[in-house]
């Protein structure tokens, strides 16, 4: 199918150049097959050979730095016409959207190509211990038949930054990664802070107030809540799932705190039409919180995409809380925070009045909840 394609447009891209030592993401025709190397030929070539690489984290600009130099003894990537155009992709697993695909050049008809180039992710250190770095070399093709030549997978749980060392990885067949067959569902960007009940106090009474949906009643029944409070800014999410047609979205985002699934507890977003990368800029708050509470409470959000004539399609979530199991002495499903949405929550409990920043990956599906 990918061939009868191919040929019915090589007349239409023929004018195209196809790219040397330059940029492999410039070229025109590169970006338009792009596509193919996705689901490329990973039997044909025989995988032998190593990848230098020197890895470096910046906790400065919080950047990952990862410094292709070169690859030797590479197989031969067209057999027919025994020769390799060599260039390195990368991802940032569990994220394999465009936004995480890193590439270097192609350096043509060598075994053994110098690169020197640099691919960068802009990500905290805290995130960057649950990814995994892809790097996988492939064989250039002119019409998008790209050939697998070999790949390294690269943890950051344990990595050493401090070090910063050259070393050679060999390639390895294409692995059935465990990150691989995680489903991503991209991430969502949130600002999470808790006031304390002496400090609560203290705000104007229209400042508490303000935030609709949680306090219930009249205005003029209104009275400042007892206890702290927890404001949450979701921010915005990226990488969503398109659910609608023309690779879109309507994603909306719904929060509530448990153990109250009720709607005393519930906030919404507005819902962002035709993206999967909405800003919403939206605060939750959630009053008469003492500081016992918030290692017995879970600030559940989930992302949902707006239907109009149907149920709304669920598309990720997260839970912030302590990740005990136990919410007021009883055993729940719920309290099972791990990673990132831990250590974002004990942050917001450590540093009380100073809003904590994070973005977190969204998990693919949510837990009953206990009843």
Known sequence: MITEIIQMNERKWGYLSVPG???????????????????????????SGELLLNISYSYKTGALNVLVKECRNLATGDERKQRTDAY???????????????????????????????????????????????LSVWHHDRFGHNSFLGEVELTFDSWEFDTNMEEWYSLQPKLD??????????????????????????????????????????????????????ELLVKEAKNLTAVKSGSTSDPFVKGYLLPDYSKSTKHKTAVV???????????????????????????????????????????????????????????????DSYGEEQRLWQRMIDNPEVPQECTLLLRSSMCKHNT
């Open 273 to 335: 039409r035709r993206t999967v990368n909405p800003q919403w800029n939206h605060t939750f708050t959630y009053c008469g919180l003492q500081a016992g509470d918030l290692n017995n409470v879970c600030l559940e959000l989930t992302v949902w995409d707006k239907e109009a004539l149907a149920s709304n399609v669920f598309m990720g979530g997260v839970r912030l809380n302590g990740g005990t199991g136990q919410s007021y002495g009883n055993e729940v499903d719920w309290m």
């Open 177 to 230: 990664s465990s990150m691989d067959s995680t489903q991503y569902k991209g991430e969502l960007t949130v600002v999470l802070k808790y006031i304390p009940a002496e400090k609560n106090l203290m705000l104007p009474l229209d400042q508490v107030q303000v935030k609709k949906g949680f306090l219930k009643g009249k205005k003029t029944s209104i009275k400042l809540p007892k206890g702290g409070m927890v």
């Open 21 to 47: 030592d330059s940029d492999a993401e410039t070229s025109s025709l590169n970006s338009m097959m792009s596509m193919y190397s996705e689901t490329g030929d990973y039997g044909n070539a025989n995988v």
């Open 88 to 134: 390195v992709k990368a991802y940032l697993l569990p994220d394999k959207s465009r936004q995480s695909k890193r590439k270097t050049s192609i350096k043509t008809n060598t075994i053994n190509p110098v690169f020197n180039e640099n691919l960068r992710y802009v990500i905290s250190h805290s995130q960057l211990e649950t990814r995994t770095l892809q």
